[in-house]
């Protein structure tokens, strides 16, 4: 299979030079994904609105290459506060409760917009 992009639109991506994923084999990677939508910031001053909105992004595309959520064997969020770690964790478990992903959580100074407070990046394994 070709490898294949996945552009979330964003201005930046051309001038940064990265996709929003990219799908090499049966092999899926999901790159940073935050609580962007346009101009604005979702869920501004909320972990949990903002993770569930990650997750949402990362769904989507995910399904843009023919992969879903119980593809998905690891995850990584970035945090910027350890008292929003359990507000995360909570949409994450929702999300994947069932699917178990490996995962990893770190508490960093900043995220590139102070009001974005969540980044999550995912790999999937298509095994079917």
Not at 59 to 71: C, D, K, S, T
Not at 92 to 103: C, K, W, Y
Request: proline share 3%; aromatic share 6%; glycine share 8%.
């Amino acid at each position: 299979m070709a490898r294949i992009l996945v552009s979330s639109g964003a201005p930046w991506e051309a001038t940064v030079g990265y996709s929003r994923a990219v799908r090499t084999g049966n092999i899926v990677e999901v790159a940073g994904t935050t609580a962007v939508d346009g101009p604005a910031i979702v869920a501004e001053g909320h972990a949990y609105g903002q993770a569930r909105y990650i997750l949402d992004k990362i769904a989507h595309a995910l399904q843009q290459v023919g992969a879903e959520l119980r593809h998905v064997t690891r995850t990584r969020m970035y945090v910027t506060s350890c008292y929003i770690v359990d507000d995360v964790l909570k949409a994450h478990g929702e999300v994947f409760r069932d699917v178990r992903p490996v995962a990893t959580l770190v508490v960093v100074s900043a995220l590139v917009d102070p009001r974005l407070l969540v980044e999550i990046e995912a790999t999937a394994v298509i095994d079917d």
